[in-house]
C-alpha cells in the first residue's frame, strides 16, 4: 500500500476524565508511524498546504501585508465600527424618544399636580392704557416676566362680565368684563401663553349669578309667560316656599312666612341666606349677598346650559378651570336641612364635578389637543 506524503509520528491515545467531563488526547513520539503530520519547515514552523502547494509562515505574511487584502480588512474593520455604532445610536435614539413620550404623555395628564402656578388678580395687575384698572392686555406684556420666574401656569380671577366691574357678580357667562378687556384680547392672551408652552386656568364662578343676570327677572315672576325662555328659566334658582310656623312681616308690614331654615350668609355669618320675593311669593336662597341668588343644580335645563359655557370656554383655549365654593353648589331640594357642617360633598355635587370632567376629557368639546383639562375644587368653610 502506496505511503501518504509527509511525516509520520507514532502516537497515543490518553483519557482524561476532569470535574466528571471524559476527554481523549493526543501524545507524540519520536517514532514515525500511524499518524499524518503537518509538514515542517526546517526551522520548525508548521506550514499549511492550498490545493498540493506548500504555503510557510513567512508566505502568508506576505499575502497579509499585501494592500488589497490590507485594504479588505480595513473595510471589514470600519463595517464592524459603523454597525456597532449604528446600533448604539439607535438603542440611544429609541430610549431617548421612549422616555421624552412619556414626560410629554405625563405633561399633557398631569400638568397641573407639578405646574407653578401664579393667580392674577387682572383688575390690579397690570394696566396697560392707563386707566387705573388692570386688563388682559397688562397680563400679556408681562408673560415673558412670569416665565422668567419659572411660572408654568396662569390662573384668572373672575373674568367674566359682572356688575360694575364685580366679576363675582355674574351678569353673562359668555362674555369678558369690558373694564379689562374684550374676548378678542382673551383670544391673544391665550395664544400668546401657549407659544410660551404656558397653561392658563380662569376662575369659574357655579354657584350663583348676580340679580341683574337675565335669568333672574323671569324667575322671579309670579306667573311664568308662554315663552319657552322664561319657562326654563324659572327654576334656574333656588325657591321655597317658606314657613308659616314661623311667620314674620315683611318691610311692608304684610305677613308672610318665615325662611325654610336658619341657614345663615357666608358673608358676615349672622343674616339669614332666604330673601322673601313679593313678585313671586317665595324666597330666593343666596349663600352671600342677597343680589347674589343662588343656582338650582336640581334643574337639568341650567346643568345643561352650563355645561355649554364650559365649552365656550374650551373652545378659546382655556386649559382648566378653578371652580369657585364647591361647597355652595347646591344640588337639590333633598338638601334644604342638609347639615352644612358636614364636610363630605352631597352624591348630586360630585356626580356634577364628574359631569364636568367628562366634558374637559371629551376631543369634540374644544381646547388644545392632548391636554387633559382639570377641576379644582375651592371649598370655603361651614358657617
Not at 503530520?37 to 505574511?61: H, W, Y
Request: aromatic letters at 10%; hydrophobic letters at 40%.
Amino acid at each position: 500500500m502506496a505511503t501518504p506524503s509527509g511525516e509520520y509520528f507514532h502516537h497515543q491515545t490518553v483519557r482524561i476524565v476532569k470535574n466528571g467531563q471524559t476527554t481523549f488526547t493526543v501524545i507524540e513520539k519520536d517514532e514515525t508511524t500511524n499518524g499524518l503530520l503537518i509538514q515542517r519547515t526546517n526551522s520548525g514552523t508548521p506550514a499549511a498546504k492550498c490545493n498540493g502547494e506548500v504555503f510557510t509562515r513567512a508566505d502568508l505574511m506576505k499575502y497579509k501585508e499585501a494592500p488589497f487584502w490590507s485594504r479588505f480588512r480595513m473595510c471589514l474593520l470600519l463595517l464592524l465600527w459603523v454597525a456597532i455604532f449604528g446600533l448604539t445610536g439607535g438603542a440611544v435614539y429609541l430610549v431617548a424618544s421612549s422616555g421624552r413620550a412619556c414626560a410629554e404623555e405625563n405633561w399633557a395628564t398631569g400638568w397641573w399636580r407639578n405646574s407653578l402656578m401664579y393667580q392674577i388678580n387682572v383688575r390690579t395687575f397690570q394696566d396697560s392704557d392707563s386707566d387705573g384698572i388692570g386688563d388682559l392686555a397688562g397680563v400679556r406684556s408681562r408673560l415673558d416676566y412670569l416665565q422668567s420666574i419659572k411660572v408654568e401656569t396662569i390662573v384668572l380671577n373672575p373674568i367674566f362680565m359682572g356688575v360694575h366691574g364685580n366679576s363675582f357678580a355674574v351678569t353673562d357667562f359668555s362674555n369678558i368684563d369690558p373694564q379689562i378687556g374684550t374676548l378678542q384680547d382673551f383670544n391673544e392672551l391665550v395664544a400668546d401663553v401657549h407659544a410660551r408652552n404656558m397653561t392658563i386656568v380662569i376662575d369659574f364662578v357655579v354657584t350663583h349669578t348676580a340679580r341683574e343676570h337675565a335669568w333672574f327677572p323671569p324667575s322671579e315672576m309670579a306667573t311664568p309667560a308662554f315663552s319657552a325662555d322664561v319657562i326654563q328659566t324659572r327654576d334656574f334658582y333656588v325657591w321655597h316656599d317658606g314657613v308659616w310656623d314661623t311667620s314674620e312681616l315683611d318691610y311692608q308690614g304684610r305677613t308672610i312666612p318665615g325662611p325654610p331654615n336658619s341657614w345663615k350668609t357666608r358673608d358676615d355669618g349672622r343674616s339669614t341666606a332666604w330673601t322673601w320675593s313679593g313678585t313671586r311669593k317665595q324666597y330666593h336662597l343666596h349663600h352671600l349677598s342677597n343680589a347674589l341668588p343662588t343656582l338650582n343644580y336640581a334643574s337639568e335645563t341650567l346643568k345643561n346650559v352650563m355645561d355649554d359655557v364650559l365649552r365656550f370656554w374650551l373652545r378659546r383655549g382655556v386649559d382648566g378651570f378653578r371652580v369657585l365654593t364647591v361647597k355652595d353648589i347646591f344640588p337639590g331640594p333633598s338638601k334644604y336641612i342638609a347639615n352644612l357642617s358636614d364636610p363630605a360633598l352631597p352624591v348630586e355635587t360630585t356626580a356634577l364635578l364628574k359631569r364636568w370632567r367628562g366634558i374637559m376629557d371629551t376631543p369634540s368639546s374644544g381646547g388644545r389637543s392632548g391636554i387633559h383639562k382639570f377641576v379644582v375644587e375651592s371649598k370655603t368653610e361651614s358657617t
